[in-house]
């Protein structure tokens, strides 16, 4: 039933200019996985979720998304599985007004118009925004924002979430209301943060991105306990995890 | 006028905009033509009419009632944007010098006469512009434009430039603010910098295009954008429009001002 | 500088709607063509931009004063013709909207003076020949600084001849234009400075980006200045038709300029339409440099087939009278006229505060939400 899978094989991507981005990265990730991807800045966390919905191909190697295997011609039907959340909610917010916002996915997706009613008004609801619906983007808060971008990519009822910083820019409030939202999902989650107690908290696994390669791959109680690891990628223990220093 | 008002400015336009009131309900194509029908009618008075344009405050009166506008900010917006036309207009004195009119023994000329009338007809016609953005939000107004036939393309661009004014006057803002804060007196805010500034902007804003672009291209974009169907001719606005059409028609036909006025005269 | 309606007719307002809305639909038409979807997305944010870096200030060396961007131009160069003239309506739409900027009817105007010119003419027909052969900083700064010059021209000499054509401005034609075209001059010359600079500062940062997109979307010079000549003519001609049917029937538009151009309330026999319009241009234009419209003479009540609205306009019994002679006004109408005018005023006052008035007392309470940010 469930084929919901992402599969990177020895992928590297090289940009225009030469720089290798990914140098060879193999992960495998199955139905109802919430994974954690962490990481120093530029070690390839962004390029890595670039690649999740096809907006850039591998330059060598294989990524298979469901069934399909990513190129030019399976990006436009892997986009129905795989929803992109992206760091700033200002660059996915492009429609006059919330309600514009959320149906756009599904208008793109050839439905009638009752269904797409039903897809905006389910979406706005899961995340807490129904009331927000005739307002335009510009009125909303940061975690207002956030929420809908959520909405927008929810309303198409993809298998696979990927997310980009989701909890920056946010303040405690919503930060947690966020985490509540996203450990009542159901569906596979991929989420690249700094924020390691976020990912502590809603996430099972976690993988370590250094130059480009994975350097560690395992249960984020595992992965994100071990300080040297941390220490090495530029990152800290999650600050849950950390004895207070104000003695 | 500087960065900071303009910007308040264009926020507070925006928000009332999104009021609830019996003028806000009404249809955005409704409140288009009222106002284009009323601008086009104020505008055709010919150069020396005052009387038969004072009927005319009745429409921006009603408005500010009904719609419950703040009458002080919509005009203190017309007094600031009045410069051209003023500056224009007040060269009608200057060559237009032959008495009209006889105003209690003081000899008014015809270019003073010209002169009023176009500060009347300006304060009409822009009042009513700023009434119509202030009652309809601006995508309503967009919806509208497109019901009555403008491109569609021409329509998704006002809509998407809508979307990004506030975005990019925000970060045009904090480079501005950062300009400002280094900058004594004059210095620091020369033509090169300001190229910098822009320049930067620019690049920016090309980068955001990009992004913009692949969350379209996530959600399935493929390129045509689809509007959700929004309707809402009701009877009020058909009542409205044909009592606007009626009564711009009566003011424009006749000199309702004289005719009151003669009427006074015979009682006092 | 913007037109504003207050100085506009109906003929005029509408004939320059017309005119930009047919471009409006044509740009339209063309960018459905081939259209790179990557556009949409760069139009509305490069609108915005353009909006925003509007309102920055700058000083002018040497004068002491503030300046501001067009952008016309920038806009042309990276978004070619076609778009730019459709972002370039766009933030005019916003402007007139949000900021009053010279008003709605005025708007058709604006679009023309400030997006033709640039996109149809500065553009392809020399910035595009003289950026062609080989792009350095040196050329495109000449060439900025000659396109964008014959664009403020054009455009300034536009909104001259809007504001005769209408007839509510007394400003003769050589003062207004003695008035424009050096203001615009230096207007011009600054905006070539900051458009060569901004396209330079781009140039370095993204080179890509000037070949990729300009390239495909600009217009390739012999074939389309045909083209776009003949679209002139065609709007001229289209133009001359409207406006001289406005004028047998609204006598206050066009044959007030015809009587001051002429100095004959009516054409004569025989010359009516475009042919006698033209040719009374004709004959004016001859006289430029120390001419005025004005011909103080007084002017016969001119026949104007029983309009009503004349009479309305002085409270005249005379149902033929024209507005534009000089009434005999007695004393007896302006003092009718004042008082008409007070209690007007007055009854429009009380209606306003009126229901001012019942509203807050109707206890009925506004929407609570709040639109501000949450």
Redesign the interface.
Same mark, same amino acid.
């Given at each position: 039933m469930s084929h919901h899978i992402i599969d990177f094989k020895d992928v590297v991507f090289r940009y225009p200019d030469g720089t290798e981005a990914l140098k060879g990265v193999s992960f495998r990730i199955t139905h109802g996985e919430s994974v954690g991807i962490v990481g120093a800045n530029g070690a390839g966390k962004s390029t890595l979720l670039l690649q999740m919905n096809g907006y850039i191909l591998p330059s060598s190697g294989l990524i298979n998304i469901g069934d399909l295997e990513l190129t030019k011609k399976s990006r436009q039907e892997i986009r129905k599985k795989v929803g992109v959340v992206f760091q700033n909610p200002d660059d996915q917010l492009f429609m006059p007004t919330v309600y514009d916002d959320v149906a756009f996915g599904p208008l793109n997706l050839g439905m009638t118009a009752e269904r797409v009613v039903d897809r905006v008004n389910s979406a706005l609801q899961t995340v807490g925004c129904f009331d927000l619906r005739e307002k335009p983007p510009h009125h909303l808060s940061g975690g207002q924002k956030r929420a809908v971008a959520i909405a927008t990519v929810l309303a198409m009822e993809p298998d696979i979430l990927v997310m980009d910083e989701p909890s920056s820019d946010l303040d405690p409030k919503s930060r947690r209301y966020l985490i509540r939202l996203l450990r009542g999902f159901k569906h596979t989650k991929i989420i690249a943060s700094h924020d390691l107690d976020f990912i502590l908290e809603v996430c099972e696994r976690c993988l370590v991105i250094r130059d480009g390669r994975i350097v560690a791959d395992g249960p984020v109680s595992d992965i994100l306990t071990k300080q040297s690891l941390l220490e090495e990628n530029n990152l800290e223990l999650p600050l849950s995890l950390q004895k207070t220093r104000m003695q | 006028m500087?960065?900071d008002k303009?910007?308040f !400015?264009?926020g507070l *336009?925006?928000?009332l905009s999104? %009021?609830?009131?019996v003028i806000h309900r009404l249809d955005p194509r409704t409140k288009v033509i009222a106002?284009?029908a009323f +601008?086009?009618t104020?505008?055709?008075?010919? %150069?020396?009419?005052? /009387?038969?344009l =004072?009927?005319f405050? &009745?429409f921006p @009166?009603?408005i500010?009632?009904?719609g419950?506008i703040p009458v002080w900010f919509i005009l203190k917006?017309?007094l600031v944007?009045s410069v051209? @036309?003023v500056f224009?207009?007040i060269?009608?004195p200057?060559?237009?010098t032959?008495v009209?009119? !006889?105003?209690f023994g003081i000899p008014v000329s015809?270019?003073w006469v010209?002169f009023f009338? +176009? &500060?009347l007809?300006?304060f009409l016609?822009?009042c009513?512009? *700023?009434l119509?953005?202030s009652t309809t939000?601006?995508?309503g +107004?967009?919806h509208a434009l497109r019901k009555l036939g403008?491109?569609?393309?021409?329509i998704?661009?006002? &809509?998407?430039?809508? #979307?990004?004014?506030?975005? &990019?006057?925000e970060?045009?803002l904090r480079m501005?603010r950062a300009r400002d804060l280094r900058s004594f007196g004059?210095r620091g805010?020369?033509?090169? =910098?300001?190229?910098?500034?822009?320049?930067?902007?620019?690049?920016k804003?090309?980068e955001? /295009?990009e #992004?913009?672009?692949? /969350?379209?291209?996530?959600?399935?974009?493929?390129?045509t954008?689809?509007?959700?169907?929004r309707d809402h001719l009701r009877k009020a606005d058909f009542a409205c429009l044909s009592v606007t059409g009626v009564f711009l028609i009566l003011f424009?036909?006749?000199?309702?001002?004289?005719? =009151?006025?003669?009427q @006074?005269?015979r009682m006092f | 500088m913007h037109m504003s309606d207050a100085l506009l007719s109906p003929a005029v307002g509408i004939t320059f709607w017309a005119g930009t809305l047919g471009t409006i639909a044509y740009c339209s038409k063309k960018m459905k063509e081939n259209l790179d979807e990557k556009l949409i997305p760069l139009m509305g944010v490069t609108g915005a931009f353009i909006f925003a870096a509007q309102m920055v200030n700058f000083t002018i060396p040497g004068t002491g004063s503030s300046g501001h961007l067009g952008g016309g131009m920038i806009l042309t160069i990276i978004l070619g013709p076609y778009a730019a003239f459709i972002v370039m309506a766009s933030v005019l739409t916003i402007q007139a909207l949000f900021f009053a900027d010279g008003g709605l009817l005025a708007l058709g105007c604006n679009i023309w003076n400030l997006g033709i010119y640039p996109c149809f003419i500065g553009y392809p027909l020399i910035y595009k020949p003289i950026v062609q052969k080989g792009m350095n900083s040196k050329k495109i700064l000449v060439a900025s600084l000659l396109a964008i010059f014959v664009g403020l021209q054009l455009g300034a000499f536009s909104v001259v001849l809007e504001t005769l054509f209408s007839g509510r401005s007394e400003l003769p034609f050589g003062t207004f234009v003695l008035l424009m075209q050096p203001i615009h001059l230096a207007i011009g010359v600054v905006e070539g400075f900051i458009t060569a600079g901004v396209i330079n500062f781009v140039k370095a940062s993204m080179p890509e980006l000037l070949e990729s997109i300009a390239e495909t979307k600009a217009l390739s010079p012999e074939i389309k200045v045909r083209k776009i000549v003949l679209a002139f003519l065609v709007i001229a001609i289209i133009t001359g038709g409207i406006v001289s049917w406005f004028a047998s029937s609204n006598p206050d538009g066009l044959e007030w300029s015809i009587e001051r151009v002429y100095g004959k309330p009516e054409l004569p026999e025989h010359e009516t339409g475009i042919v006698a319009l033209l040719r009374a241009v004709q004959e004016r234009t001859a006289f430029l440099p120390d001419y005025t419209f004005k011909k103080k003479e007084t002017h016969k009540e001119q026949e104007t087939a029983g309009k009503e609205e004349m009479a309305s306009a002085k409270g005249e019994e005379a149902p033929d009278s024209d507005a534009n002679a000089w009434p005999n006004v007695e004393a007896g109408t302006s003092v009718s006229g004042i008082l008409g005018s007070i209690m007007m005023f007055g009854l429009v006052f009380l209606i306003g505060f009126g229901i001012k008035a019942i509203r807050k007392k109707g206890a009925h309470a506004p929407n609570g939400t709040s639109y501000l940010k949450g």
């Open positions: - | 500087d960065f303009e910007y !400015n264009l *336009l925006d928000t999104y %009021k609830d009131t106002t284009f +601008i086009v104020v505008v055709s008075f010919p %150069k020396y009419e005052i /009387a038969g =004072i009927p405050f &009745l @009166a009603l500010f009632s009904l419950d917006k017309v944007v051209f @036309a224009i207009g060269f009608n200057l060559f237009d032959r009209m009119v !006889n105003l015809g270019g010209s009338s +176009i &500060l007809k300006f016609t822009i009513s512009a *700023l119509l953005i939000s601006f995508p +107004i967009c403008i491109p569609e393309i021409f998704s661009q006002l &809509l998407f430039l809508y #979307r990004y004014i506030f975005v &990019l006057i970060e045009t501005v004059k805010q020369g033509m090169s =910098i300001f190229i910098n500034l822009i320049g930067t902007l620019f690049v804003t090309i955001r /295009a #992004r913009i672009y692949h /969350a379209m291209l996530s959600r399935g974009f493929s390129g954008i689809h509007h959700i169907k424009r036909t006749y000199d309702l001002v004289n005719l =009151i006025g003669r @006074a005269e | -």
